[in-house]
């Protein structure tokens, strides 16, 4: 219990110390639409917090494929979903490079630090309880995406809290549709035993994130959409081993 609250308690007092001058400056430069801008901002702050919190945590983690970020321009990344862990994961694999946002459900918003800084690298909050509010989240991931910010999508749509893969929902695909952009499958595996295996308190872990091969959508047909999250899917079970 004493990793764990040490663990949530660093990354807080990080959020808070840092938001008065950087957090706020984000917010603005994302607002502005000056995506290098809010990308310089970020990385650095990315890079300080996941040290803090993996080293707290005691969470290990192996890079296979960091070669096939790419260093400008959107993409998409699709994950499979075994933690709470992954955006750290992703975090410090991705987001010690490049801002990158994530759809989230709209409870997020409750916590006010977290809410801000999510804001500020490109996030997206979804009411999954109302339809209307769902197209709207679509609507507006697809604008971050042509804005330039790059975001990570778990189509699973919960966590699996173990190293199965689930079925991924198509949602999310509607955005790729719309946007045609690079998209990444990115295979994560043990996350889910620095928390969930544990009765959701920090132990420490050693997780394997694979980056795939990049794939360009532009040229894809309504066809090729259709079958790209199973082809997604099957790469990223084949792919986490």
Known sequence: MF??????????????KKYPKEGKALVKAT???RIKDAEKIIVPIITEAMKGVNKRAGFEIEVLGEDRIPKEGPFVMVCNHQ???????LLSVVGTKRRFGVIA?????KVGPLAKWMKGIGCVFIDREHP????????????????????????EGTRSKSSTVGPFKTGVFKIVQRVKPIVIPISIEGTYLAM????????????????G??????????????????????IIIENKG
């Open 31 to 33: 607002e502005e639409g």
């Open 132 to 155: 209307r509010e769902a197209i709207k989240a679509i609507d507006e991931s697809v604008k971050v995406l042509e804005g330039g910010t790059p975001m990570a999508f778990f189509p």
């Open 3 to 16: 990793r764990t609250v040490k663990t949530f308690a660093y990354a807080f007092r990080l959020m808070i």
């Open 196 to 211: 969930e295996a544990n009765g959701n308190k920090i132990k420490p872990a050693k997780c394997k994130v694979v980056i």
């Open 213 to 234: 091969e990049p794939i360009d959508t532009k040229d894809y047909e309504r066809e090729d959409f259709k079958a790209l999250p199973n082809k997604l899917r099957d």
């Open 105 to 109: 459900k709209k409870e997020v918003k």
């Open 83 to 89: 933690s709470y862990f992954d955006v750290c994961a």
